[in-house]
């Protein structure tokens, strides 16, 4: 997997000598809230695992899905992912950023990077994401991104044991 090189930061293949640093990032109770996905406490265990399935998943000849981390500064700081690629069609967005880093302009370069990706490497059509309607700062950096907000979805994911609302976000490449 080759670096998407962005003015605000780089985006690479994971590797397992940034455990220390992902799970100092994701161990964030607000990350945790705003992603499907990832728990809290976050150990550096948990950041091993997730490492090795990503690394495993980016060397597929055939990929559903791709991770890179976010680097800055040398240290990685974040991740943004393509999920459910449908080759030469669609893909899912995914992402997550630590607090320290937020608010600066990151996250919209890293998605527009992976972006230039989707579309030059992978030939996608489309790409959509997912926000919870709780979580405004995640739609606005798909929207200085480029993405439009589609519609709200009720009650589409369930979160912590209740039913909350999604926004569809979507980018036509």
Excluded at 43 to 55: H, L, N, V
Excluded at 143 to 156: C, D, E, H, P, S
Aim: charged share 25%; with cysteine; glycine share 8%.
């Amino acid at each position: 997997m080759k670096p998407i090189v962005t003015k605000k930061c780089t985006l690479r293949a994971p590797s397992l000598r940034d455990v220390d640093a992902i799970a100092r990032y994701a161990h964030d109770k607000t990350i945790a809230r705003n992603t499907a996905a990832l728990p809290y406490p976050y150990t550096t265990q948990d950041a091993r695992t997730w490492i090795t399935r990503c690394q495993r998943r980016n060397r597929a000849a055939q990929p559903t899905g791709q991770t890179w981390l976010i680097e800055v500064g040398g240290e990685a700081v974040g991740a943004i992912s393509l999920m459910s690629i449908k080759s030469k069609h669609k893909a899912e967005l995914g992402y997550w950023l630590g607090k320290p880093f937020r608010g600066q302009g990151i996250m919209p370069a890293a998605i527009r990077g992976v972006l230039r990706y989707a579309k030059n490497t992978l030939h996608l059509q489309v790409v959509y994401a997912f926000t919870y309607t709780y979580n405004p700062s995640s739609g606005r950096a798909l929207q200085k991104a480029g993405f439009t907000k589609r519609g709200t979805l009720v009650q589409f994911s369930k979160k912590d044991g209740r039913y909350v609302d999604d926004i569809i976000y979507m980018r036509e490449l």
